[in-house]
T-cell receptor, first 114, second 115 residues
Framework: KAGVTQTPRYLIKTRGQQVTLSCSPISGHRSVSWYQQTPGQGLQFLFEYFSETQRNKGNFPGRFSGRQFSNSRSEMNVSTLELGDSALYLC?????????????FGNGTRLTVT | SQQGEEDPQALSIQEGENATMNCSYKTSINNLQWYRQNSGRGLVHLILIRSNEREKHSGRLRVTLDTSKKSSSLLITASRAADTASYFCATAANAGGTSYGKLTFGQGTILTVHP
């Protein structure tokens, strides 16, 4: 079974631009979560989607948004990019709705904002 | 913000030795999980221990959980060079319902196993 796939793998953008990152979960997984990883703040939760509905959201500004499609694929968008948005963005999928289901992570998208 | 504190921040050992990493957290939890991350790549789930469990084993991994002290430890026995990675604990908070994919991660322990 294929793992979580994130595209693109690397991205370089300029301040003020916007970016869209894509995530394809493991087949059959309906929950998709997004995390931001930086050296300073570590891993921080962005949001989670299940059946096209956002069920949970972290403490990020409104510039960060996401969505999920009917096939469970998900995208996240960051508008008006800032230098501090440079990070590894990780997508994870899980099988069950509850808490006691491990997250399966993709290899991430490395975003660099210049 | 990070809930977990991990100790030590870095650990360097020889192949064959055991590695122990500790994690503390602040709030009530549903479960605690451990993940491994190789440099610049995604996280790999290692083991999940529920709040009503005290110890769990998986292969060379042993995890303990002490909810009274809000702490957990991960023991890797007979370490191999391939175990070199960053290890993170993550908690699913018990805030009166399901945390819906939201895990709070510690800052991680960088483990280096020398051949």
């Amino acid at each position: 079974k294929a793992g979580v796939t994130q595209t693109p793998r690397y991205l370089i953008k300029t301040r003020g631009q916007q970016v869209t990152l894509s995530c394809s979960p493991i087949s059959g997984h309906r929950s998709v979560s997004w995390y931001q990883q930086t050296p300073g703040q570590g891993l921080q939760f962005l949001f989670e989607y299940f059946s096209e509905t956002q069920r949970n959201k972290g403490n990020f500004p409104g510039r960060f948004s996401g969505r999920q499609f009917s096939n469970s694929r998900s995208e996240m968008n960051v508008s008006t990019l800032e230098l501090g948005d440079s990070a590894l963005y990780l997508c994870a999928s899980s099988l069950e709705q509850g808490d006691n289901s491990p997250l399966h992570f993709g290899n991430g998208t490395r975003l660099t904002v210049t | 913000s990070q809930q977990g504190e991990e100790d030590p921040q870095a650990l360097s050992i020889q192949e064959g030795e055991n590695a122990t990493m500790n994690c503390s957290y602040k709030t009530s939890i549903n479960n605690l999980q451990w993940y491994r991350q190789n440099s610049g790549r995604g996280l790999v789930h290692l083991i999940l221990i529920r709040s009503n469990e005290r110890e769990k084993h998986s292969g060379r991994l042993r995890v303990t959980l002490d909810t009274s002290k809000k702490s957990s430890s991960l023991l890797i026995t007979a370490s191999r060079a391939a175990d070199t990675a960053s290890y993170f604990c993550a908690t699913a908070a018990n805030a009166g319902g399901t945390s819906y994919g939201k895990l709070t991660f510690g800052q991680g322990t960088i483990l280096t196993v020398h051949p």
